[in-house]
């Protein structure tokens, strides 16, 4: 089955820098690969995805890349800002399956 | 349009009582999830419905919980008896068939079993 795991667990960067998180699938058969923001005690909202055809996505100060030979991805979100504080999840799945498998998780914390 | 609506927010009870929730999914979304998140993990599935039909409840511990969703629209989740090990937030996701990879999640319900 699938399996996701997700770099790193907490991140803190000051205002303005950028932040990466990365996350690894198992399952090369893998084809949408969402990323969620989650704010303290709120739900998780979807921030950005991407699928298998395409390498990159940016929409404003979040992009997210996607290496298919790797069986990798990452969220990057430049410029900062303490609204971005947050736990951001990513989770593959197999299009069609509705299975969302996701990562453990990353405590952004931007320092003003 | 309305977002997925879970009630209630917080429940605090004690072991071995039984529990339920409750998950209305945005207007026209046929799909329906419920997952169970711990403490610092991501989302875990616990069963998914297509309409009112329980297409995979292989994650659902079925001594103890249970789901339904009678007219396919909104789903109620039911635990019981509780367990000390049952404290999580549970939330309820839809989806719909034209954008079936999107899910879209409700605030979740925050169960303390004391």
């Known amino acids: 089955g699938e399996n996701v795991e997700q770099h790193p667990s907490t991140l803190s960067v000051q205002e303005g820098d950028s932040a990466v998180i990365k996350c690894t699938y198992s399952?090369?058969?893998?084809?949408?690969f969402p990323w969620y923001k989650q704010e303290l005690g709120k739900r998780p909202q979807l921030i950005i995805d991407?699928?298998?055809?395409?390498g990159e996505k940016k929409d404003q100060r979040i992009a997210v890349t996607l290496n298919k030979t790797a069986k990798h991805f990452s969220l990057h979100i430049t410029e900062t800002q303490p609204e971005d504080s947050a736990v951001y999840f990513c989770?593959?799945?197999?299009?069609?399956?509705?299975?969302?498998?996701f990562g453990t998780g990353t405590r952004l914390k931007v320092l003003a | 349009e309305a977002g997925v609506v879970q009630s209630p927010r917080y429940k605090i009870i004690e072991k071995k009582q039984p529990v339920a929730f409750w998950c209305n999914p945005i207007?026209?979304?046929?799909?329906l999830y419920w997952y169970r998140q711990n403490l610092g993990q991501g989302p875990e599935l616990l069963i998914r419905?297509?309409?009112?039909?329980?297409?995979?409840d292989s994650q659902l511990p079925k001594d103890r919980f249970s789901a339904e969703r009678l007219k396919g629209v909104d789903s109620t989740l039911k635990i019981q008896p509780a367990e000390l090990g049952d404290s999580a937030v549970y939330l309820c996701?839809?989806?719909?068939?034209?954008?079936?990879?999107?899910?879209?999640f409700g605030p979740g319900t925050r169960l303390t079993v004391l």
């Open positions: 996701a839809s989806s719909s068939t034209r954008g079936r990879d999107t899910q879209y």
């Open positions: 399952d090369s058969a893998s084809n949408y």
């Open positions: 991407i699928r298998s055809n395409v």
């Open positions: 989770a593959a799945i197999l299009s069609g399956t509705y299975k969302y498998i």
């Open positions: 207007s026209g979304h046929n799909t």
């Open positions: 419905y297509e309409n009112e039909e329980a297409v995979d």
